[in-house]
């Protein structure tokens, strides 16, 4: 969905977003490092560590599809954002909230891309379960993978792991920048 609202603030949105029980925030440059100093962190949570093997297991994984989809598809963020001048910019934050786990991925990206990106994040909401694992077969069955590492199998695993929607919203910065962010609820 894109947010017609103009003056999208970064920082109320990622204060909205720290709703629930914080188990992980990070905004900044998305490299290997960080990516493995996040993953440590929530695979020792305390608060994952209660959870049961199967939840934790599929929180784990999902974030690890988010941290892959952060890393692979980030764009350099508008000019004169105080971003600490990271290229890759991005934000991460994994909430737990009542009965289920958010993982909540903010980035921008330029205007350019934001038809494919809809209309994939839309086929893949259009999907019943079947239709997902059977797309899924199809691709890992099928496809070469992509420059960017995966065949487009990032979301779909996504959207199989949790059997829910992504949920998704396209906020438009400037003339050539939208601030994408993505949730994904796991119970």
Not at 66 to 86: E, F, R, T
Not at 99 to 108: A, E, H, P
Not at 123 to 141: H, K, P, T
Request: aromatic share 10%.
């Amino acid at each position: 969905m894109i947010d017609t609202k103009m003056g999208f603030n970064l920082e109320e949105w990622y204060a909205h977003k720290l709703q629930g029980d914080v188990i992980l925030k990070y905004a900044g440059s998305i490299s290997p490092e960080m990516i493995t100093h996040a993953l440590e962190s929530v695979e020792k949570n305390p608060q994952l560590k209660d959870e049961r093997l199967q939840t934790r297991k599929k929180v784990y994984n999902v974030f690890v599809e988010c941290m892959q989809n952060l890393y692979h598809h980030v764009d350099a963020p508008p000019a004169g954002l105080s971003a600490g001048g990271s290229p890759n910019f991005g934000i991460v934050i994994l909430v737990h909230d009542g009965s289920f786990y958010r993982v909540t991925t903010g980035n921008f990206i330029l205007r350019s891309k934001v038809n494919f990106i809809k209309d994939r994040i839309e086929q893949l909401n259009s999907l019943s379960d079947q239709e997902v694992r059977l797309l899924y077969r199809d691709i890992l069955g099928n496809e070469a993978l992509s420059e960017k590492g995966g065949g487009g199998l990032g979301m779909l695993d996504i959207v199989r792991k949790t059997g829910n929607k992504l949920e998704y919203f396209l906020y438009p910065y400037d003339g050539e920048h939208v601030f994408f962010s993505l949730d994904v609820y796991i119970s």
